[in-house]
């Protein structure tokens, strides 16, 4: 729509429409109020993009398995030299919650200043019943501090921690019995998430881990098929909101998946980071019914970016998504993705006042202008935040 | 360089040293000067980029060549149906000098905005005498509003215009006895490059080109290798300060480059934006001794991206190489490739004062966070200038 307004209201979005509609929008009369108004000068404004996969909680880049990588080395021959997710371990286990905090909102800003108001953020560098609680604790306080919205996600089951190896089934009864009650009693996470995978844990283990979550009230989400094949079917029965990676699902799978509410959660920039020549099969996905979302997976192993405008530009010239499937992707899929479909990821009447106004005319341009820094301003529940991040 | 610090003079680097040093340099006392101050808080501080290879004299996006890739069309299919190169002829040939001159100076500061201070701008959309001269024209306005340093380029020799279809030569004589004598004469570039390709001009109209160009006293570089193999031996004769793309490059023209003082210039955001798995072979020239730099070839087309850090990522995940090699490729081995060694691409006394100040304490870490916007401010010839750009 050209000439658009969206009239906003403490923190909700009260109408959208033209310009001159928006004026005369009865409930201005009716209430009284003074308008303040933002001119985006005929530039695109977005819903704020819904970010539904990250993992934030961490204490610094991973450049050393960067320069690795380079040198030839895969993803799991850097974990088994004591690199990976489990190099990430000492630096959130031994810092305070604050340090981590402060980390946790730097990402959040950086976040925003792409133009990302609501952010899933996931623990998962702690592996330790106090590491973990720390986490989110850390995610929490960050949350508070920063104007978007931000989900959080127990992610005690990354991978097996370094003093739990061999003894899997142990670290799992950690998770189940202890994490994951202790999370739910506190409120200090929404959603389980769960690594489904040869190098993280086995498909019974996950399972287990789900049915732990539901019980407690929790909705689940898994990484599943990132570098080898797991049927979805036992996985769907426990209702995900998500299911997220999906490198190596087959049409089985995709049919599957569109038969469920289960959105379908593709990460390229893991596979831009990994240097591989494959990406998920976004166009099968969506062609054969499934619901896409797109996130960054920010986090400091596999993909250090916090630009959703640049998971838009891989979509559609990595994995050819139209640039219209990839905003729907980036901000109303997403949305579903975290069970936030009702306040997020559209510019409704009735919904959450969290725009993005990017400096272009044409929203096409977000995907086109790749490596970019389109974002002009950021509006999240209202409150106006002015990019400054990286 | 840790406590480092760049002292600089009437846009010249005086001396690069420790901080303490820096603020002893017998400089200061003896021509009594007040410093002023720019605390770079421990942030990397490099040569500002200098992108050797762009094309900013366009006047609009090619979103419909976008969308049609998007749905699976290649790069000549795309150029048969009127799009590609062709289809941007219409927009420069139709623009005023000043409208085109805003577009190229927007570019510029976007290019800024990214940590680049000196830039390679070719003409090449307009295709006929009087929008070739015009585009030339407008780089030379916008360059002089712009604190950093640009070096034009004719490349009049782009594609062969529709009205030329057929009669490639005569276009060819039309590049060689009005375009190049004319930009000469007038002083509108100091290099003519040619597009070396089978949907574009044959090795031997390039050479004949490149001939004429180095008869009038200007460098010559070439667009070369892109789509299909051309050997290099003959271009390499004409001394061209760089060749560029080199995709299909073999173990033969990696030793005719190795031994020649022509830079081989890599453009992998057009790899990237066009969907390629494939990227130019950067390890094997490297390996082979060959000086690799890295561009954008900021382009509506193929590559529509500022973004020299991003380059350095796409050169780091898909390329292979070190984030040292990077950096290197886009500072010094670029100012080789424009013939600007002498006064670009590092910092050392007696060169321009080209410095970016990156949000990072890493150098790694500018390859490292992709799709981030990381350069906090650009010194460009001694001008402060703060990112605002796109």
């Known amino acids: 729509m050209t000439d658009a307004a969206v009239l906003c209201n403490a923190g909700k979005i009260i109408s959208v429409g033209k310009t001159r509609d928006a004026l005369k929008d009865p409930w201005i009369k ?6 303040t108004e933002i001119d985006c000068g005929g530039r695109v404004v977005l819903p704020g993009f819904v ?3 990250t993992h934030p909680a961490f204490a610094a880049p991973r450049l ?3 320069e690795k990588r380079i040198a030839g080395a895969t993803y799991e021959e850097i974990a088994e030299a004591g690199g990976g997710i489990r190099s990430s371990l000492a630096g959130v286990r031994g810092a305070g919650k604050a340090q981590l905090s402060k980390e946790v909102l730097k990402a959040l800003h950086i976040f925003a200043a792409h133009g990302t108001t609501t952010v899933e953020a996931k623990s998962g560098y ?10 989110l604790e850390a995610i929490r306080s960050a949350a508070g501090e920063w104007p978007g919205t931000v989900a959080s996600t127990l992610l005690g089951a990354h991978v097996v921690p370094p003093e739990s190896h061999g003894r899997a089934d142990d670290y799992v009864k950690l998770v189940c019995e202890e994490m994951i009650p202790q999370v739910a009693k506190r409120g200090l996470a929404t959603s389980v998430d769960v690594f489904c995978e040869r190098a993280a844990f086995t498909e019974d283990q996950s399972l287990k881990i789900l049915a732990v979550a539901r019980s407690h009230g929790l909705s689940v989400r898994a990484h599943v098929s990132q570098l080898t094949r797991t049927s979805l079917k036992r996985l769907l029965a426990f209702q995900p909101l998500s299911l997220d990676h999906l490198d190596f699902v087959d049409d089985n799978d995709i049919r599957l998946l569109a038969n469920s509410n289960t959105v379908a959660t593709l990460v390229p920039g893991a596979n831009y980071f990994l240097g591989l020549q ?6 099968k996905l969506i062609d054969g019914g499934a619901a896409v979302a797109l996130a960054t997976d920010y986090n400091p192993g596999t993909s250090p970016t916090a630009n959703m405008s640049f998971v838009l530009s891989l979509a559609c010239t990595q994995m050819k998504m139209t640039p219209a499937e990839a905003i729907s992707a980036g901000t109303i899929n997403g949305a579903w993705a975290l ?7 559209s510019l409704e009447p009735g919904k959450d006042a969290d725009l993005a106004i ?3 005319t044409d929203y096409r341009e977000i995907a086109y202008w790749f490596g970019s820094h389109l974002c002009k301003q950021v509006i999240a529940n209202g409150v106006p935040i002015t990019p400054t991040g990286k």
Chains 1, 2 share one sequence.
Do not use: I
Request: glycine share 8%.
């Open 30 to 35: 009716k209430n009284k109020r003074r308008l």
């Open 51 to 53: 970010d539904s996969h």
């Open 64 to 66: 050393v398995d960067f």
């Open 126 to 135: 702690g592996l330790s019943l106090a590491a973990e609680l720390k986490s």
């Open 278 to 283: 494959e990406y998920p099969p976004a166009r």
């Open 339 to 345: 069970g936030l479909a009702d306040r997020k990821g």
């Open 358 to 360: 990017f400096d272009v």
